[in-house]
Every structure is written in structure tokens, then in C-alpha cells.
T-cell receptor, first 113, second 112 residues
Framework: DAGVIQSPRHEVTEMGQEVTLRCKPI?????LFWYRQTMMRGLELLIY????????DSGMPEDRFSAKMPNASFSTLKIQPSEPRDSAVYFC???????????FGDGTRLSIL | AQSVTQLDSQVPVFEEAPVELRCNYS??????LFWYVQYPNQGLQLLLK??????LVKGINGFEAEFNKSQTSFHLRKPSVHISDTAEYFC??????????FGAGTILRVKS
């Protein structure tokens, strides 16, 4: 079975540019999560969806960040405008049902110059 | 809010020796507990989970963990480690079954 697929794997861009990260969850999974991993703050939950509806976005750092899930097989995390402090590894994870473990993608390593 | 403490940032150990990685969480009525492993440049892979029932949980790659409610701990153990176990290990806790709070991680370095 295909796992969670994230693209791109690496992104390098200049500050001020718009960045779009993409995620395809495991088929049949109805929960989708976006995390950010940095050395300073570790793994932080940004937002999660259930059945394509955002449930908790309290971890989204600023209005520059937005996430959408237009259908069950696709989600985006957008940063506009990007800043150097947004540099991190962004992970997408999905799961089926409450209390079940999350399955992680390989992440997108984002560098903002 | 829930919090997770992984007491050791790095644990060096010789190959074939036993290892214990410690995890404590803040108290809650009920929690769901997980251990994940992260190899370089990869995502997190589930090692094991505690949802309910037996407090001793067995996972993949010979790892096990014990849920101790009175001590609010969920320590990870392996009786004999291999070089391939070198990775970063994360303990995670959930109060509601959905939102995960992660510890800071413990880097396990297995030496030959």
C-alpha cells in the first residue's frame, strides 16, 4: 500500500515568495495532520482535518500560513509571504478513526533564504 | 495542556546491550501513548502504541514499553540493540485520540 505522499521533498526559495506544500493521505484515511519540525521547537501540530473539514488550527503560527483540503485525497499547506524563520521540515500524517496511530510522510524540507 | 518529557536527549549504548528510553507525561484522566522512530531524512514510523488494556506493549523490531499510570511514564525498552537501531525516538501522548503532543526526542547511538 502507498503511504502518505508529500511533495516536494525539498524546497529552497527566497523570502517573500509563496510556498505550497502538498500531501496525499493514505486512501481511506479520514484524518489529516500537518506538523512542523525544527531543532528549537521540535514537532508541532499546525492543523488537522477530519473528513476534509479543519478541526483545530490553533497551531498555525500566523495568518501567513493557510491549509486546505479540497477533497479526501489532497491537502495543501501554503505560506505567503515566506520568511527565513519558516525554514523547517514539514510533515503530513493521516489516520483512520479516533485513537488510531498516525502514519507520516517523509516530509518536505523547506529552506527560506 | 498535555506535555511530554523525554529525560535523555542522547543515549549511547554498545551493540547487544539493553537500552531504556524514558518518557514521562503530564497527568490526565486517560491518555493514549505512542513511540515513534525517525531515521535520517525520513518521516516518523510507529514503533508501538498503548490505547488500553495490558500495560506492557510490544512493538516492532523487538521494542516494548510499559505504561505506568501512577508514575505517568511510558518507558521504551529493548533487551539487545543493533547498529540499525541508531535513530531518534519520539514519545507522543494524546488526550483525545487525535491531537498528538510529542516529546523533544532521544537520539539512540548504538556503538560497535
Amino acid at each position: 500500500d502507498a503511504g502518505v505522499i508529500q511533495s516536494p521533498r525539498h524546497e529552497v526559495t527566497e523570502m517573500g515568495q509563496e510556498v505550497t506544500l502538498r500531501c496525499k493521505p493514505i486512501s481511506g484515511h479520514d484524518y489529516l495532520f500537518w506538523y512542523r519540525q525544527t531543532m528549537m521547537r521540535g514537532l508541532e501540530l499546525l492543523i488537522y482535518f477530519n473528513n476534509n473539514v479543519p478541526i483545530d488550527d490553533s497551531g498555525m503560527p500566523e495568518d501567513r500560513f493557510s491549509a486546505k483540503m479540497p477533497n479526501a485525497s489532497f491537502s495543501t499547506l501554503k505560506i505567503q509571504p515566506s520568511e527565513p524563520r519558516d525554514s523547517a521540515v514539514y510533515f503530513c500524517a493521516s489516520k483512520t478513526g479516533s485513537n488510531q496511530p498516525q502514519h507520516f510522510g517523509d516530509g518536505t524540507r523547506l529552506s527560506i533564504l | 495542556a498535555q506535555s511530554v518529557t523525554q529525560l535523555d536527549s542522547q543515549v549511547p549504548v554498545f551493540e547487544e546491550a539493553p537500552v531504556e528510553l524514558r518518557c514521562n507525561y503530564s497527568s490526565s484522566v486517560s491518555v493514549y501513548l505512542f513511540w515513534y522512530v525517525q531515521y535520517p531524512n525520513q518521516g516518523l514510523q510507529l514503533l508501538l502504541k498503548y490505547l488500553s488494556g495490558s500495560t506492557l506493549v510490544k512493538g516492532i523490531n523487538g521494542f516494548e514499553a510499559e505504561f505506568n499510570k501512577s508514575q505517568t511514564s511510558f518507558h521504551l525498552r529493548k533487551p539487545s540493540v543493533h547498529i540499525s537501531d541508531t535513530a531518534e525516538y519520539f514519545c507522543a501522548v494524546s488526550d483525545d485520540g487525535n491531537k498528538l503532543v510529542f516529546g523533544a526526542g532521544t537520539i539512540l547511538r548504538v556503538k560497535s
